[in-house]
């Protein structure tokens, strides 16, 4: 592993700290790009306005239709966590603005598989909506949304992903990503998109003199969901979601959250008033999704519905045992899927440029995690498959992948079906994590395929794994109240959360649990512990390390300790 110390531009780190940000975090936020504190002011009156996202005046006309009219209304969300919150938002904004005959309806991963498929439009216009709306999804649901029209629908596609080269012939469509939108934030999730539809519904009802300014409902009650939703789908945090996500921690920290919110904070035993991306990310978020991958997505979106905290407290642990099973499943499924992928290359020698693994025994509902696992260990992109389990389609493997820098995902599925068609049933995705279907005969042609292309895109600089840090942590900031400050600022996707690297003094180590390696460390001459998961290897007595700081708790007393992600 090569760590680099990222660049910090002189001027910009000067202007905030002369603008009162603390000195550690002026040198942070210019190294991701801050340049003044104006871009780090996260009021709401800051983020961007919804009419700049193409077709949202067009909805909220169709939506403020449909409500004056009291038709009905169906969700139409996808089965991961910026779905399911996506879901609840629409629900739980509409009903504030007035909608009262709301629906929703969420695919089943195995069953019924992603998107508004032609079955999902019959099943949605067999509850006798009037309305079809999709959250996360849609954006590639060409067939589902022309069946939809068919029987009579009117349908708003409310998406964020990339779409293909046909547009789907929906009544409305918000999305950044489609042709022509100027939009400046392309990075929203499918969450944030809904979030701002019903910001331009509620002006349209404005507008309509149906509320006026000191009556309208207060949207920003749906922020910490929308905060939930973008965190957990690891879209790039730019200012615009960066503001959003902010305000939903605000409110979480001051305890004006769902009661599903609280619940499953209680079943993670994580403190609320303390509440951080990482928290969204490692905690709630997983709970979310282990319920669409192992069982029902309805458990995590009607958490998220509810106001009754003895049904969120009963959802929450609900969903926190899913979780376990699922951890369990992946573990098996992730030391099985290394060991297919190490045996497609020699010890000695590199792996090759892309991997793909397929095991019969794979529970497709956790593919993804697993892609991921393998894609961190050994640095390539990866794709994992398992076997449909869909009626009719068992010939039929789901593959779900995750990239690295420089490795546009979803345009090498572009080029893999342009050079092989037929292989490719349906893909989709992103730059960093895509999904597709193939016949299981064509599993060694996807294969060669995809290595073909990653041969062709990725040379040996990218193929290196590379650690950006923040250089030398200077010792006056190693402590308690400097970590909590550090914790309660907005980290993630394209604004990564402070690593920090230098030479340091091993002391002692000792593996604990079979699978950790436990240290006493000597940072700038002074003890501090530190520890390194999954590592089992020793270090030497002075190493270039890489970490992250954490605080621990023991009887009362707070320490500092190093988390360590690398060595070089």
């Not at 000695?348 to 956790?366: L, Q």
Request: with cysteine.
């Amino acid at each position: 592993m090569k760590i680099e110390i990222r660049d910090v531009p002189p001027r910009a780190a000067w202007a905030l700290e002369q603008a009162g940000v603390h000195p550690l975090l002026a040198r942070l936020f210019a190294a991701r790009g801050v340049a003044s504190a104006d871009e780090l002011d996260d009021g709401l009156g800051r983020l961007l306005p919804p009419a700049g996202l193409k077709g949202i005046d067009a909805a909220a006309v169709l939506l403020a239709d449909a409500i004056a009219a009291q038709q009905r209304i169906c969700i139409v969300a996808d089965y991961d966590c910026d779905g399911a919150t996506a879901c609840a938002v629409g629900i739980r904004g509409l009903r504030l603005l007035g909608a009262q005959q709301l629906d929703y309806l969420v695919p089943d991963r195995v069953v019924d598989g992603y998107g508004l498929t032609v079955p999902i439009a019959e099943r949605v216009a067999a509850k006798g909506a009037d309305v079809l709306i999709t959250v996360d999804n849609g954006i590639a649901s060409v067939g589902g949304v022309a069946r939809a029209r068919e029987l009579g629908l009117k349908v708003l596609v409310t998406d964020h992903h990339l779409p293909g080269s046909e547009l789907p012939a929906a009544d409305c469509i918000v999305n950044p990503n489609q042709p022509g939108c100027d939009f400046e934030s392309k990075s929203m999730a499918g969450v944030g998109v809904m979030f701002y539809v019903l910001l331009a519904l509620r002006a349209e009802l404005r507008a309509r003199g149906v509320i006026d300014a000191a009556s309208q409902p207060k949207l920003d009650a749906l922020l910490p969901l929308v905060a939930l939703g973008t965190v957990a789908d690891v879209v790039r945090l730019d200012a615009n979601n960066r503001r959003l996500v902010a305000q939903g921690l605000r409110r979480i920290r001051a305890g004006q959250m769902p009661a599903g919110l609280q619940a499953l904070f209680s079943v993670a035993s994580r403190a609320s008033q303390k509440a951080s991306t990482f928290d969204f990310g490692f905690a709630l978020g997983p709970r979310i999704n282990a319920a669409g991958r192992l069982a029902d997505m309805t458990l995590g979106i009607e958490l998220l519905l509810t106001d009754d905290a003895a049904r969120a407290d009963e959802l929450a642990r609900t969903l926190d045992g899913i979780n376990r099973e699922r951890r369990e499943i992946e573990g098996g499924m992730r030391e099985q899927a290394m060991q297919i992928a190490e045996g497609l290359f020699d010890v000695e020698d590199e792996p090759p440029s892309a991997i793909a693994v397929f095991d019969p025994d794979f529970h497709e509902g956790v593919v993804g995690i697993v892609a991921a696992r393998l894609k961190d260990r050994l640095h390539r992109p990866t794709f994992v498959f398992a076997a449909s389990g869909a009626p009719g389609r068992e010939h039929e493997l789901k593959g779900s992948g995750r990239s690295i820098p420089g490795f546009h995902l979803r345009d090498a599925l572009d080029l893999v079906a342009k050079r092989h068609p037929g292989v490719l049933v349906k893909f989709g995705g992103h730059a960093m994590a895509a999904g597709c279907t193939i016949a299981e005969e064509h599993f060694d042609c996807f294969e060669q395929a995809l290595q073909q292309v990653a041969a062709e895109w990725l040379d040996a600089s990218l193929l290196s794994r590379r650690l950006e840090t923040d250089g030398p942590l200077p010792p006056e900031y190693r402590r308690p109240d400097m970590v909590d400050t550090l914790h309660h600022e907005v980290w993630g996707q394209g604004f990564a959360p402070p690593v920090f690297s230098e030479e340091l003094e091993v002391v002692s180590q000792r593996l604990v649990g079979d699978k950790h390696l436990a240290l006493k460390l000597r940072h700038q001459g002074q003890p501090v512990d530190g520890i390194w998961f999954g590592r089992t290897d020793p270090l030497p007595a002075r190493a270039l390390l890489a970490f992250r700081l954490e605080v621990d708790e023991w009887q009362g007393a707070r320490r500092v300790r190093l988390l360590v992600e690398g060595a070089a």
